[in-house]
């Protein structure tokens, strides 16, 4: 027997008598660990820009709203501090999703080469990035409303 991290064992040599099934059975535990290990990175970036998305969608609504009707959906003195807090926490979790991911693609193409899979989680994580700099402009903006407020 082998460890090969995690707690998993492989066996390196087989004795006779269903040993190859039990031997077989390790093998593809250890796999299913590393693949959902593998996986967990992609959901991280994919949960990060349903987040991000989610967020972006309201602060569009709240400013089509105010463009209509010239009031805020929610017109409270800390929402200027609320977009200012949401856009820095969002811009950092969609940097540390896309780098995770990106990450994990790379080893992939270095270990797999390049297929129809790893070209579309490559293209997944530079949509993550571009949404990375949205983010990141609107956080400028919003900490330049913030400094600049008048008093209420």
């Given at each position: 027997m082998?460890?090969e991290?995690?707690?998993?064992m492989?066996r390196?040599?087989?004795?006779?008598?269903?040993?190859?099934?039990?031997?077989?059975?390790?093998v593809?535990?250890?796999?299913?660990?590393?693949?959902?290990?593998?996986?967990?990175?992609?959901?991280?970036?994919?949960?990060?820009?349903?987040?991000?998305?989610?967020?972006a969608?309201f602060?569009a609504?709240?400013?089509?709203y105010?463009?209509?009707t010239?009031t805020h959906?929610i017109?409270?003195?800390?929402?200027?501090?609320?977009?200012?807090f949401?856009?820095?926490?969002?811009t950092?979790?969609?940097?540390?999703?896309?780098?995770?991911a990106?990450?994990r693609v790379?080893?992939?193409?270095?270990?797999?080469g390049k297929?129809?899979?790893t070209?579309?989680?490559?293209?997944s994580?530079?949509?993550?990035?571009?949404a990375?700099?949205?983010?990141?402009?609107?956080?400028?903006?919003?900490?330049?409303?913030?400094?600049?407020?008048?008093?209420?």
């Open positions: 082998r460890k991290g995690l707690g998993v492989t390196t040599k087989v004795s006779g008598g269903g040993g190859g099934a039990k031997a077989m059975a390790v593809l535990r250890r796999s299913k660990l590393k693949e959902t290990v593998k996986m967990a990175a992609l959901e991280y970036c994919l949960s990060g820009n349903v987040i991000g998305f989610v967020y969608g602060q609504y709240d400013l089509a105010y463009l209509i010239k959906v017109h409270h003195y800390l929402r200027q501090p609320f977009d200012f949401m856009d820095h926490v969002l950092y979790l969609l940097i540390l999703a896309s780098s995770t990106a990450t790379d080893n992939w193409q270095s270990n797999l297929n129809e899979f070209e579309t989680a490559s293209a994580v530079a949509m993550a990035f571009l990375f700099i949205a983010f990141a402009f609107s956080s400028l903006i919003s900490e330049y409303e913030l400094c600049t407020r008048e008093s209420e």
